[in-house]
Structure formats: structure tokens, C-alpha cells
């Protein structure tokens, strides 16, 4: 399951639990809670799985990019050979040889940057997830993990507006 998704679903389940009137707090379902929790906890590795094997395809991409320009290179040392066998400009060949080295250099740096830049991008992406993920389980666990001692505490009924208004209307009619 999404990481994402089970960020929701935490969401949903302290929406759904009770409120604590009169406080910021509300009650949920432990046993739910935890449940998403561990799943999230499976979840997150499945992520980092995900960014390995982003990193896993830039290497692979690099791979084949310094294997093009290998075979590139062989290929212009090969026909300079050619040029030179067929009495032709030795001039000639070595500004095409540079040529297309130059070119397959800034196609393998091209490759390299845009593999580095997706990797980079997606794992920063994964950091971010992460980040809010890990500080929304931080709030929900301290919520969950206050005293009940507090909550009842902090419980005033005579703050409540209708034990208000009542005795409002039984002092003005004294």
C-alpha cells in the first residue's frame, strides 16, 4: 500500500475518534492506530526499494552511455585509420575524430546529468514524503500518548455555554 494512503487513513482515523470537549484532544481507536503504523513501517522500505532502483537505472543508463561512447570512440579510431590507409588529410581525420569525440563526451555528460537530476528529484520527492510523514506520527503518537489524568483535568463543566446560560437566567430571575 502507498505510504501516502496509509497517511490518510491515520488522517481519517483521528477525524473519526472522539473529541475530548473542551480540548484539543480526541480519542482514537489504539489498536487501529497501530495497525497503520506497522503498515506504514512495511510501507517505508518499499519506498527506499523504489529509490534503488531509480539509482539501480542511472547506473545502467551510465553504463550504456560510457559503452556508446566507447564504441563511439573505437568507431572514429577506426575510420581515422581508414583515413590515414587511404592517403586522405590526416588533418581531416583528426578534426572528425574530435568531432565526435566531443560529441559522444556531451552525450554521455548529457545522459549523466539528466539520470543525475531524475535521481536526485525523486529522492528529494522521498525525503519530503518522509519528512511530513514522520511529523504527522509524531503528533498523532504525543496526542495519543497524553495522560487521560490531564484530559479529565482540564474538564471544566461550568465552561460549558448551556451551564452558562442557566445559570445566567437563574441569577436574573433572583
Known amino acids: 500500500m502507498d505510504i501516502l494512503q496509509l497517511v490518510d487513513r491515520l ?4 477525524d473519526e475518534g472522539r473529541h475530548v470537549p473542551f480540548s484539543k484532544y480526541t480519542v482514537v481507536d489504539e489498536e487501529r492506530a497501530l495497525a497503520i503504523l506497522d503498515q506504514m513501517r512495511i510501507s517505508i522500505p518499499e519506498e527506499i526499494v523504489k529509490a534503488t532502483t531509480v539509482i539501480s537505472e542511472r547506473n545502467r543508463i551510465l553504463e550504456k552511455a560510457n559503452e556508446e561512447a566507447a564504441r563511439i570512440l573505437q568507431d572514429t579510431r577506426t575510420k581515422g585509420a581508414e583515413m590515414l590507409d587511404n592517403d586522405t588529410s590526416v588533418q581531416a581525420a583528426q578534426v572528425r575524430a574530435r568531432e565526435v569525440l566531443d560529441r559522444a563526451r556531451r552525450d554521455a555528460e548529457q545522459i549523466m ?8 528529484d525523486a529522492l528529494r520527492d522521498l525525503e519530503q514524503r518522509l519528512g511530513r510523514m514522520i511529523g504527522e506520527v509524531r503528533n498523532g503518537i504525543a496526542e495519543v500518548e497524553q495522560p487521560a489524568d490531564q484530559i479529565v483535568q482540564s474538564y ?19
Open 113 to 120: 546529468n539528466d539520470a543525475d537530476s531524475y535521481v536526485v
Open 11 to 14: 488522517e481519517d482515523l483521528i
Open 156 to 174: 471544566d463543566p461550568n465552561a460549558l455555554p448551556i451551564l452558562q446560560q442557566q445559570n445566567q437566567d437563574i441569577n436574573a430571575n433572583r
